[in-house]
T-cell receptor, first 117, second 113 residues
Framework: DQQVKQNSPSLSVQEGRISILNCDYTNSMFDYFLWYKKYPAEGPTFLISISSIKDKNEDGRFTVFLNKSAKHLSLHIVPSQPGDSAVYFCAASAGQGYGGATNKLIFGTGTLLAVQP | EAQVTQNPRYLITVTGKKLTVTCSQNMNHEYMSWYRQDPGLGLRQIYYSMNVEVTDKGDVPEGYKVSRKEKRNFPLILESPSPNQTSLYFC????????????FGQGTRLTVV
């Protein structure tokens, strides 16, 4: 039973355009959500997070949107750059409260983003 | 430099031969975890530890053991590896309250033949 779903295994975008990566979840107890980026032969690195008390969080070119009623979040990258090409994982945690203790994360299956020059 | 260090990076072993994958972090984090990454399944948590001598099962703990005798180290032990434990393993650490997520090691590619 996949509690966090990333239904698009891959996404190709032109450099300079917007990349939108989507993530759906089923567990209404999730209250903290994170996005990680992973390059080949490296571990995942934290990108951006959002608490369930917010519906948007922005950090430079990266914005995460949370729609709690739809149990859906998305990551927007604007403008996309070739260096953004990587696998992006959505992750969620439950019952940690605001502040985001991340001792137990449930991950999606990942989306491979390719940004074409 | 803040980091999580795993060793070895690559390992090929035979069924039933006990092995240990080490993990060490230099950030004085309370939480440490082990995940495995498999195609089509994402990352799944094996075990986690909230502090020294405090560990608990994650979602896929069968066939694994862990220990947390020191705050910085969290080894993963496979007492009798089997081919279905062939996977990419990641160790991660995080502080108690953070918006910054967990720090991950570079991964250990394990093949059990």
């Amino acid at each position: 039973d996949q509690q966090v779903k990333q239904n698009s295994p891959s996404l190709s975008v032109q450099e300079g355009r917007i990349s939108i990566l989507n993530c759906d979840y089923t567990n209404s107890m999730f209250d903290y959500f994170l996005w990680y980026k992973k390059y080949p032969a490296e571990g995942p690195t934290f990108l951006i997070s959002i608490s369930s008390i917010k519906d948007k969080n922005e950090d430079g070119r990266f914005t995460v949107f949370l729609n709690k009623s739809a149990k859906h979040l998305s990551l927007h990258i604007v403008p996309s750059q070739p260096g953004d090409s990587a696998v992006y994982f959505c992750a969620a945690s439950a019952g940690q409260g605001y502040g985001g203790a991340t001792n137990k994360l449930i991950f999606g299956t990942g989306t491979l983003l390719a940004v074409q020059p | 430099e803040a980091q999580v260090t795993q060793n070895p990076r690559y390992l090929i072993t035979v069924t039933g031969k006990k092995l240990t994958v080490t993990c060490s972090q230099n950030m004085n984090h309370e939480y440490m975890s082990w995940y495995r990454q498999d195609p089509g399944l994402g990352l799944r948590q094996i075990y986690y530890s909230m502090n020294v001598e405090v560990t608990d099962k994650g979602d896929v703990p069968e066939g694994y053991k862990v220990s947390r005798k020191e705050k910085r180290n969290f080894p993963l032990i496979l007492e009798s590896p089997s081919p279905n434990q062939t996977s990419l393993y990641f160790c991660a650490s995080s502080s108690t309250w953070t918006e910054k997520g967990a720090f991950f090691g570079q991964g250990t590619r394990l093949t059990v033949v």
